[in-house]
């Protein structure tokens, strides 16, 4: 069973940044790709940030293009860079795995972001 580890949440201001790590528990984990997901309160969890593991191509969503980057390493890792951070991008965030190219099969337990204005 592989388990993503998220890290790096926090609280900062309308404006600063934040960069999310999330690393699989096993090294060889195979992966087609890897994404970010949020969920605010009371609201659906919605995609953020995806990357294509063995291309290094990306997607993002309209409200964060710009000012989001979801990047690799070369060993375990995928990053989420959040820059221009503002209150709307409070939210627990999750990375996930999509192994077959199906659907995201494996979820973290997610990080709390929050913006304060």
């Known amino acids: 069973q592989v388990q993503l580890v998220e890290s790096g949440g926090g609280l900062v201001q309308a404006g600063g940044s934040l960069r999310l790590s999330c690393a699989a528990s096993?090294?060889?984990?195979?992966?087609?790709?890897m994404g970010w997901f949020r969920q605010a309160p009371g609201k659906e969890r919605k995609f953020v940030a995806g990357?294509?593991?063995?291309?290094?191509?990306t997607s993002y969503a309209d409200s964060v293009q710009g000012r989001f980057t979801i990047s690799r390493d070369n060993d375990n890792t995928v990053y989420l860079q959040m820059n221009s951070l503002k209150p709307e991008d409070t939210a627990v965030y999750y990375c996930?795995?999509?192994?077959?190219?199906?659907?995201?099969?494996?979820w973290g337990q997610g990080t709390q972001v929050t913006v304060s204005s």
């Open positions: 990357i294509i593991w063995s291309s290094g191509s």
């Open positions: 096993v090294r060889t984990f195979r992966r087609y790709a």
């Open positions: 996930a795995a999509n192994v077959h190219n199906v659907a995201y099969d494996y």
